[in-house]
């Protein structure tokens, strides 16, 4: 696997508005992404390589909640999922529940946290 580099920006995903865009290493799924209207649907099949120097889990939930809150005003939802699993949720659908108390916002729900703490260790 060699390295490309692109003069995409980091979060280019966030101006799909419809459709969808398949990631693969080695002819083996890694990343599937897909767009309607209000729901961006990420799902994180296998991240072939490690990155180093990632923050932990909580530091990741606390700096998504700017991007949460912004995707309520949009009417719009994030659904963050491992291997088809959803895992979390920002955005207009969340439901909190007892998620708030770690978030402390209403607009991330975090629907499994086992798979959240798996996925911070690929991610």
């Known amino acids: 696997m060699g390295t490309q580099k ?11 508005e419809s459709g969808s865009l398949k990631i693969a290493c080695d002819d083996t ?9 209000d729901t961006k649907i990420l799902d994180v099949i296998d991240i072939p390589i490690k990155i180093s120097k990632k923050p932990g889990i ?10 949460a809150k912004q995707l309520a005003q949009k009417n719009k939802t994030l659904e963050v999922r491992l291997k088809g699993e959803t895992v979390l949720k920002l955005g207009k659908n969340a439901n909190p529940k007892l998620a708030k108390i ?8 975090i ?3 086992k798979k959240l703490k798996k996925l911070g260790e690929i991610i």
């Open 29 to 37: 799924p890694s990343i599937k992404f897909s767009a309607t209207k």
């Open 58 to 67: 909580i530091k990741q939930l606390s700096e998504a909640k700017d991007l």
């Open 102 to 109: 770690i978030t402390l916002s209403n607009d991330i729900e």
């Open 111 to 113: 629907s499994d946290l």
């Open 6 to 16: 692109t003069k995409l920006p980091a979060n280019f995903l966030t101006y799909l």
